[in-house]
């Protein structure tokens, strides 16, 4: 008979894209859940109408995960989309110092926005204009902001990075979805074997949370439901393999 064993970690969780191969690693995860559930609907009869049987069916596996870091990567899984490059025109916002030019009120812009032609600046009552920009100086004569005075101004810069779109006809492909923790021996409290969990295919939802919050860390969190592969009435296995030390002293 197997040792008395005492599981007090979380796991190592790896995702693989069955489509792409691609594979994350939620090296950082603080929760890897498994729950099953099932259909049980009575059979009663006789006198009584006493049990006589349990039917059983519509055996379910969920997944869910949390991860104390992002990636880029969980947005890719959340979308169905792939990363790419993406240029896209992002709003700015910059405060500046209405000036005296010989009498005449102007902005001078910072030096790296001396290419701007145009910038939305708003004024002191609250109302907004749309000013011509020349070679890196704004006329403010229109203005009721005074010498002096600060004020919001708001412009156009084209940025390119590497993201996801989030498109109403892609949703998220099958993945396959490994845990792995440690179990401890009871007896002599040092690990003892690895413990795993493997689900060939598992597709995620797509619906996902992202609240930010100064001061608090993002949490992301993966749901899965777990799918027979063709053919195989197998969900998933679990087994232990016998644990070896693989980190090295720094």
Same mark, same amino acid.
Not at 117 to 140: K, N, P, S, Y
Not at 212 to 232: D, H, M
């Given at each position: 008979?197997?040792?008395?064993?005492?599981?007090?970690?979380?796991?190592?969780?790896?995702?693989?894209?069955?489509?792409?191969?691609?594979?994350?690693?939620?090296?950082?995860?603080?929760?890897?859940?498994?729950?099953?559930?099932?259909?049980?609907?009575?059979?009663?009869?006789?006198?009584?109408?006493?049990?006589?049987?349990?039917?059983?069916?519509?055996?379910?596996?969920?997944?869910?995960?949390?991860?104390?870091?992002?990636?880029?990567?969980?947005?890719?899984?959340?979308?169905?989309?792939?990363?790419?490059?993406?240029?896209?025109?992002?709003?700015?916002?910059?405060?500046?110092?209405?000036?005296?030019?010989?009498? /005449?009120?102007?902005?001078?812009?910072?030096?790296?926005?001396?290419?701007?032609?145009?910038?939305?600046?708003?004024?002191?009552?609250?109302?907004?204009?749309?000013?011509? /920009?020349?070679?890196?100086?704004?006329?403010?004569?229109?203005?009721? /902001?005074?010498?002096?005075?600060?004020?919001?101004?708001?412009?156009?810069?084209?940025?390119?990075?590497?993201?996801?779109?989030?498109?109403?006809?892609?949703?998220?492909?099958?993945?396959?979805?490994?845990?792995?923790?440690?179990?401890?021996?009871?007896?002599?409290?040092?690990?003892?074997?690895?413990?795993?969990?493997?689900?060939?295919?598992?597709?995620?939802?797509? /619906?996902?949370?992202?609240?930010?919050?100064?001061?608090?860390?993002?949490?992301?969190?993966?749901?899965?439901?777990?799918?027979?592969?063709?053919?195989?009435?197998?969900?998933?296995?679990?087994?232990?393999?016998?644990?070896?030390?693989?980190?090295?002293?720094?």
């Amino acid at each position: 008979m197997s040792r008395d064993q005492v599981i007090h970690d979380t796991c190592e969780v790896i995702i693989t894209d069955l489509v792409s191969k691609n594979v994350i690693a939620i090296g950082y995860a603080q929760t890897a859940g498994l729950e099953q559930t099932l259909t049980e609907d009575e059979l009663r009869g006789g006198i009584g109408n006493k049990l006589a049987y349990m039917i059983r069916s519509a055996k379910d596996i969920s997944l869910n995960v949390t991860s104390a870091t992002f990636k880029p990567e969980f947005m890719a899984l959340f979308s169905g989309d792939k990363i790419k490059e993406y240029t896209e025109k992002i709003t700015r916002m910059v405060y500046l110092t209405v000036t005296d030019n010989a009498g /005449a009120k102007e902005i001078k812009l910072p030096a790296k926005l001396n290419t701007l032609t145009t910038i939305r600046v708003e004024d002191t009552d609250g109302t907004q204009h749309e000013l011509t /920009a020349t070679a890196g100086v704004v006329e403010a004569t229109t203005l009721k /902001a005074e010498i002096g005075d600060e004020l919001e101004a708001f412009y156009l810069e084209e940025v390119t990075g590497k993201g996801v779109a989030f498109k109403t006809n892609k949703f998220p492909n099958k993945f396959k979805v490994e845990y792995r923790t440690v179990a401890y021996d009871r007896e002599l409290a040092n690990i003892s074997e690895n413990l795993h969990f493997v689900f060939p295919e598992a597709i995620p939802s797509g /619906a996902f949370n992202l609240a930010l919050q100064n001061g608090e860390a993002y949490i992301p969190e993966f749901n899965f439901r777990v799918t027979a592969p063709k053919g195989c009435n197998t969900l998933g296995k679990t087994f232990s393999t016998p644990y070896t030390d693989e980190e090295e002293d720094c």
